[in-house]
């Protein structure tokens, strides 16, 4: 009997242990599928993000200026169609809200479109598609896409909403995990060419590149702490109009589920030419499944 007793003591404390060790294995979509990862075929991910900057000041004066704020609301949906892992389509639609006047930052949500103060709706939309362009690097991927827009002016009435053309992106995606995987980088570099007629937009014939760098802690496989850095260089072809900002900033992400998680970011500009010296608050919502 006591020799019974001792074997399923021993088969307990193995197979305990072995679940342990599947379990200390498996990753966490955050931790997983950075915007490096490309999906399996039949996988989808469903992101939605909201962006919130306000201001009330600007490179162009001195001191606090009428606050003005814009808010951005995107949708990006991928899903995997290649058998090798290396090749995802997707759509991404975006919709915003800007007020000024000095209105409160928070009536961005009223989507009133009170006249000379305050203007929303969708103002454009992207087909894209992402790969992987070296088999050997897994974790390097680029994103393609083609907005459109959707708005037939940029400012109405004293109140700007979205730039009027169109926009060829590409996205540069790089990360590292470190051997010990309680820390991650993560590089992008995002390109964008604005074209269109020159009297629709102010950006068109210009080029525009934000390179950033992002480092995330894991305390554990569902939570992460996350720093960042990112510039911004508008390139004018025509040297109309030049323009260039500093942002650096942190946030959290956390997995509530197996397939949903959710994220929180601010940022503040802390330097630039031509532009506003706001600060960004941030959320959101992934589900990958």
Do not use: C
Not at 107 to 125: K, L, N, P, Q, Y
Not at 127 to 153: E, G, M, R, W, Y
Not at 222 to 230: A, C, E, P, S, Y
Request: cysteine-free; charged content about 20%.
């Amino acid at each position: 009997m006591k020799r019974i007793i001792t074997a399923i003591i021993a088969l307990v404390i193995g197979f305990t242990g072995f679940s342990q060790e599947t379990e200390e294995q498996e990753k966490s979509v955050i931790q997983e599928y950075t915007p490096s990862k490309l999906l399996k075929k039949g996988q989808w991910d469903i992101k939605w993000f909201n962006n919130l900057y306000t201001q009330t000041e600007s490179t162009f004066s001195s001191g606090t200026e009428p606050r003005e704020t814009f808010f951005t609301s995107t949708l990006d949906v991928f899903t995997g169609v290649s058998e090798s892992s290396r090749f995802n389509i997707g759509l991404l639609l975006e919709f915003r809200s800007n007020v000024n006047s000095n209105r409160n930052a928070f009536d961005v949500f009223s989507f009133d479109g009170e006249s000379s103060t305050a203007r929303s709706g969708f103002t454009s939309f992207a087909p894209a598609i992402k790969f992987n362009p070296f088999k050997n690097v897994s974790n390097f991927t680029i994103q393609t896409a083609f907005h459109i827009p959707l708005i037939d002016n940029e400012t109405e009435n004293g109140v700007f909403l979205d730039q009027n053309g169109f926009i060829f992106q590409n996205r540069f995606f790089y990360d590292y995990t470190f051997p010990s995987g309680d820390w991650q980088i993560f590089t992008e570099l995002n390109t964008e060419y604005n074209f269109g007629d020159e009297n629709d937009s102010f950006a068109n014939d210009s080029f525009r590149l934000t390179p950033g760098v992002f480092l995330s802690y894991f305390p554990s496989s569902k939570f992460t702490i996350l720093g960042l850095v990112q510039h911004s260089q508008l390139i004018d072809i025509n040297n109309n109009f030049s323009q260039d900002f500093t942002a650096v900033g942190g946030g959290v992400k956390y997995q509530l589920t197996k397939e949903l998680n959710i994220e929180t970011l601010y940022t503040n500009f802390v330097r630039g030419n031509d532009t506003g010296l706001g600060q960004t608050f941030n959320i959101g919502l992934r589900a990958l499944f």
